[in-house]
T-cell receptor
Framework: GENVEQHPSTLSVQEGDSAVIKCTYSDSASNYFPWYKQELGKRPQLIIDIRSNVGEKKDQRIAVTLNKTAKHFSLHITETQPEDSAVYFCAAAYNNNDMRFGAGTRLTVKP | DARVTQTPRHKVTEMGQEVTMRCQPILGHNTVFWYRQTMMQGLELLAYFRNRAPLDDSGMPKDRFSAEMPDATLATLKIQPSEPRDSAVYFC???????????FGPGTRLTVT
């Protein structure tokens, strides 16, 4: 089955700096890679996703890149703000089946 | 703004008791997922359904957990008998037909003493 590894487990940045979170996956058949943001005590919220026919996708301050050959994908947050502080999860799945999540990255943005 | 709903939001019970958690997927979504979240194991997929049919429940301890979809608007996850190691937050998520996204409910925080 799919195995997703996520790094780093914690990340602290200054407000305004960029943050990068990286994930690798094991199943070459996976074709859907979402990222979720989870604030303390809240539900995971989908913030961006990418499919395997695309190499990069951007939505305002967040972007995701995918390298299918190397089986890794990354989340980039630019101009970070304190409200970006949360736990971020990557995930991988084939056609929305059997989605596997990374262990999460706790991002702290210091004002 | 349609959202997945879950009840109860919190449940405290004693070991050995039956626990039933309920989920109402977003109207029109045909895929429903159950996840368990703990500090140690992170987010684990327990089971999922498409068009009310169970597709995979290999993540669930079969002897005590069961998941069903009595109709398109209700999914249930039952634990019988419950054990302290079942303490976790249980999330339900739903996804639309012909799309890959999953939208999570608020979760049920279960504590088994």
């Amino acid at each position: 089955g799919e195995n997703v590894e996520q790094h780093p487990s914690t990340l602290s940045v200054q407000e305004g700096d960029s943050a990068v979170i990286k994930c690798t996956y094991s199943d070459s058949a996976s074709n859907y890679f979402p990222w979720y943001k989870q604030e303390l005590g809240k539900r995971p919220q989908l913030i961006i996703d990418i499919r395997s026919n695309v190499g990069e996708k951007k939505d305002q301050r967040i972007a995701v890149t995918l390298n299918k050959t190397a089986k890794h994908f990354s989340l980039h947050i630019t101009e970070t703000q304190p409200e970006d502080s949360a736990v971020y999860f990557c995930a991988a799945a084939y056609n929305n089946n059997d989605m596997r999540f990374g262990a999460g990255t706790r991002l702290t943005v210091k004002p | 703004d349609a959202r997945v709903t879950q009840t109860p939001r919190h449940k405290v019970t004693e070991m050995g008791q039956e626990v039933t958690m309920r989920c109402q997927p977003i109207l029109g979504h045909n895929t429903v997922f159950w996840y368990r979240q703990t500090m140690m194991q992170g987010l684990e997929l327990l089971a999922y359904f498409r068009n009310r049919a169970p597709l995979d429940d290999s993540g669930m301890p079969k002897d005590r957990f069961s998941a069903e979809m009595p109709d398109a608007t209700l999914a249930t996850l039952k634990i019988q008998p419950s054990e302290p190691r079942d303490s976790a937050v249980y999330f339900c998520a739903s996804g639309p037909n012909r799309a890959y996204e999953q939208y999570f409910g608020p979760g049920t925080r279960l504590t088994v003493t």
